[in-house]
C-alpha cells in the first residue's frame, strides 16, 4: 500500500480515532469523515478542540511526529476569558507549572484583530459581562489538555481552541470535516531524515526558546 498523508479540519465533538468503544454515549469519530483505510493520526485532539490533524499510514513519520522528544511546534489559536497582559503572557512564554510539571517555554502573541475562522457548533458559552481575547500559543510539547490548564494556571480560562499548525503544515484552506492530501511540496520536508533537527530550527528563532 502507498504511504498516504491527509490533513483534516476536525470539528468540534468529534474523537481523534476511528472508532468509540469505550463511551458509554457514542461520540462522532475520523470514520464520519474519512473512509482511506489504514491510516492513523499523528497525536490527537481532544474532543472539545478542532483543527488540524495529520493522519498517515507511515510509521517513522507518525512516530517522528508524536513523540515528544523531537520538540515539533503545533501552533493553537486559544479564546480566553478577559485580556491578558504581557506580564500574563510572559508566563506561558517562560513555562508554568501545571499538575507538578513546568511546561517547556512557548512562543505566545495576543491575535489582533481576532482570527477569521468558522463558527463553532454549538458556539461557545458567551456573557457580556466579560470581555474575550484570542493569543496564538506555540508549543513543543502535548501534555493532556496543556494549552487549557497553561490559560487557567494564569486565570484565563480557554473558551476556545483550535490548532491552527503542524509544524510546517497549515489548517489554511480546509473547512470543518473537509481533509485532503499533502501536496508535494509540504510532503517533501517530511521525508528527509534531517527532517527532526529542522523542526528544532523552525522554532528556536533569535529569542532563544528551547
Known amino acids: ?10 470539528p468540534y465533538d468529534v474523537l481523534s480515532q476511528f472508532t468509540d468503544e469505550k ?16 491510516i492513523y493520526p499523528v497525536g490527537r485532539l481532544d474532543r472539545d478542540s478542532e483543527g488540524l490533524l495529520l493522519l498517515t499510514n507511515n510509521g517513522r513519520i507518525q512516530h517522528q511526529l508524536s513523540d515528544p522528544k523531537f520538540q515539533h511546534p503545533r501552533t493553537y489559536w486559544v479564546q ?21 510539571y513546568c511546561t517547556r517555554p512557548a512562543k505566545v502573541q495576543l491575535l489582533e484583530p481576532e482570527p477569521h475562522l468558522p463558527p463553532r457548533h ?23 489538555r496543556q494549552v487549557r490548564r497553561m490559560t487557567a494556571a494564569i ?9 491552527v499548525a503542524i509544524a510546517h503544515l497549515h489548517l ?4 470543518p470535516g473537509q481533509w485532503r492530501d499533502l501536496t ?6 517530511l521525508l528527509k531524515p534531517s527532517f527532526k533537527n529542522k523542526l528544532k530550527l523552525m522554532f528556536c528563532g ?3 526558546l528551547l
Open 1 to 10: 500500500m502507498p504511504d498516504r498523508f491527509l490533513l483534516f479540519y476536525k
Open 23 to 38: 463511551s458509554e454515549i457514542p461520540h462522532t469519530t475520523l470514520k464520519e469523515y474519512i473512509s482511506v483505510p489504514g
Open 80 to 100: 480566553v476569558e478577559h485580556y491578558p497582559d504581557e506580564t500574563a503572557l510572559q508566563k506561558l512564554r517562560q513555562g508554568i507549572v501545571i499538575q507538578d
Open 122 to 144: 454549538p458556539p461557545i458559552r458567551s456573557r457580556k459581562s466579560i470581555p474575550t481575547a484570542w493569543i496564538e500559543m506555540t508549543l513543543t510539547e502535548g501534555k493532556n
Open 155 to 163: 486565570g484565563f480560562p480557554t473558551l476556545r481552541l483550535v490548532r
Open 172 to 175: 489554511e484552506g480546509l473547512q
Open 184 to 189: 508535494p511540496a509540504e510532503l517533501q520536508p
Open 206 to 208: 533569535s529569542d532563544g
